[in-house]
């Protein structure tokens, strides 16, 4: 792969694993613990994702079981929950906390496929931009010892990339919607 191509196709591969981890966090009906990914609580004044302040797992299919490590932290990490868009009301025991997943409507799971949908088409156009901001830099390299051929070449092959690339998205996007949808 020509060097000048590589910075694109790093940048559409960040793009992609950053939709791949924001449809992990989107629950479908099973308790999945990546749903907790991106929230902190305060541990020692310091801004820290709960599962390195607390022991998660899944018990059943639709619950997830906290055990902080300290017990000081639990009404932390029930603020934590409580203050995030999970939605789910955390139960305080005074030892671990429960998330228990209700059973998700045919209303609530279209309202998730359309957020999929929605973070697809935001991938799509992060994808389009990174192809256009190669475009415009390979037609500054017109009138250097660049050839017009070789620049219509790396046009073709970021074009390739961009449809490989969104294709995958597709894929990524049917995949989620899919699971959401499975009862």
């Known amino acids: 792969m ?6 694109y196709d790093e940048k559409m591969t960040k793009t992609i694993g950053s939709l791949e981890s924001e449809l992990v966090t989107i629950r479908a009906g ?6 907790l990914d991106k929230l902190t609580i305060s541990y020692y004044g310091v801004p820290t994702p709960i599962q390195q302040a607390a022991n998660i797992s899944v ?13 000081s ?8 929950i409580n203050m995030s868009d999970i939605g789910i009301n955390p139960t305080n025991d005074g030892s671990t906390i429960r998330l228990v997943f209700p059973e998700l409507t045919e209303e609530r799971r279209k309202e998730l496929v359309k957020d ?43 074009q390739k990339m961009t449809d490989k690339y969104i294709t995958e ?8 919607s899919k699971e959401v949808m499975t009862v």
């Not at 998205?169 to 989620?176: I, L, R, S």
């Open 30 to 35: 099973r308790a999945n613990p990546h749903v």
């Open 59 to 71: 018990p059943e299919a639709r619950m997830i079981q906290i055990q902080p490590w300290e017990k």
């Open 116 to 158: 999929v949908k929605k973070k697809g088409e935001a991938a799509k156009v992060a994808i389009r931009n990174i192809r256009r901001d190669g475009n415009e830099a390979f037609k500054k390299l017109k009138g250097s010892e660049v050839s017009e051929d070789a620049i219509k070449d790396l046009e073709e092959s970021l």
């Open 169 to 176: 998205v597709e894929k990524a996007v049917e995949a989620k």
């Open 2 to 7: 020509d060097e000048r191509l590589k910075v």
């Open 73 to 80: 932290l639990l009404k932390e990490i029930e603020k934590a």
